[in-house]
């Protein structure tokens, strides 16, 4: 429901992995995450390959460049190694939040199943 309103807020880089996921598969890995949910099976995931996307477009980017200063190089790619981090801090700030930790315990417990998760999303997905 009020998620949506944090999406270009609080969980900014979260929710900037649409380019590698659906928002639908966002959704759900963050509110079973926020439910208890493994973090290897939630954000994790959104994280590490959100990284290893804008590290290979880093890559691209520098290889089209080749006059780039080195100096710049080393910033861009660090920039981008920075990317699961920061998505994981943000994630863990936004759920450490009272409000949320009072949703969470209103969640019911099967939210933050593993398989449950892989269900929704493949019946997202088709």
Known sequence: ???AAHETGRLKNYFSARAQFQKYELRCR???FIAGA?????VEV???RRQRDVCARTEQNITKNPRMPEHRQEALRAEAESVAEEITD???RFRQDAQMEK???QLPL???QKDVLEVELKDGST
Do not use: K, N, P, Q
């Open 1 to 3: 429901a009020g998620l």
């Open 30 to 32: 963050f509110i079973a």
């Open 38 to 42: 493994a973090f290897a099976d939630t």
């Open 46 to 48: 959104v994280a590490r």
């Open 90 to 92: 943000e994630v863990m």
């Open 103 to 105: 949703l969470a315990s």
């Open 110 to 112: 099967w939210v933050a």
